[in-house]
C-alpha cells in the first residue's frame, strides 16, 4: 500500500515497537476497525431489534504481496460498507496530516 510519508513513519514506529512487520501491523489495524464495526453494527441491530443476529467470527485472514501490493484476503461481515470504511480512513488519513 501507498501511505503518505508521515503515516508510513508513524506505521514503521508502531511495528517495530510492537515487534512486528508493518505489513502485520496494517492487517491488525484493519482487522480491529472491522471488529469495532462489526460491534457497532451489531448493537445498532440490537437496539432496532428485539431480536439478536449471529455474526460469525471472522476467519484468519492471509496476508501476502502480489506484485507489490499488500494483499488480505478475508471474510467481511454481512453488513460491512466498504465505501463507509474507505471514507473513514480517508478522513483519519487528513486528520493525520493535518496534526
Known sequence: MNFPPQLQQKIEKWASSQGISTEQFVLQ????????LSQQATEQ?????SEITNILPLNQPNIYR???????????PE???????????REER????IT
Not at 29 to 36: L, Q
Open 29 to 36: 489495524a484493519i482487522a480491529e476497525k472491522i471488529d469495532t
Open 45 to 49: 441491530h440490537t437496539q432496532q431489534n
Open 66 to 76: 502480489k506484485e507489490g501490493i499488500l494483499v488480505v484476503e478475508a471474510e467481511l
Open 79 to 89: 453488513n460491512f460498507d466498504v465505501n463507509a470504511f474507505i471514507d473513514e480512513l
Open 94 to 97: 487528513i486528520q493525520d496530516q
